[in-house]
């Protein structure tokens, strides 16, 4: 059994910060992309941003030069920095990874519970 856990959403003010991060544990033989993605109630879930293990990164438009990505392979950890928030920035906010359970096993995408991030003006 594979588990995401997200931490540190929460609520900040217009031009602050916050860092999420996400831990993948339980069964793990190989774990591939990871990124954060989120979602507006009645919008579509959207990619903010994705890191390959070997440490590329793609970030949607709306994010890039405010927030980071980064990873730790040892730790099975992905995190978000994110700087400059602004209110369009209010969201559920999930972590996503591409894990391969076991030799024998399909890799598969496995998503986190999500953490709410909420930016006030």
């Known amino acids: ?4 856990v997200e931490s540190g959403g929460g609520l900040v003010q217009a031009g602050g910060s916050l860092r999420l991060s996400c831990a993948a544990s339980g069964s793990i033989f190989r774990l591939n992309a990871m990124g954060w ?3 507006i109630p009645g919008n579509q879930r959207e990619l903010v941003a994705i890191m390959s293990s070997s440490g590329s990164s793609n970030y949607a438009d709306s994010v890039k030069g405010r927030f980071t990505i980064s990873r730790d392979n040892a730790k099975n950890t992905v995190h ?18 591409e894990i391969q359970p076991s030799p024998d096993w399909a890799q598969k995408r496995y998503w986190g519970q999500g953490t709410q991030v909420t930016v006030s003006s």
């Open 1 to 4: 059994q594979v588990q995401l």
């Open 37 to 39: 993605y989120r979602q």
């Open 80 to 97: 978000l920095q994110m700087n400059s928030l602004k209110p369009e920035d209010t969201a559920v906010y999930y972590c996503n990874a």
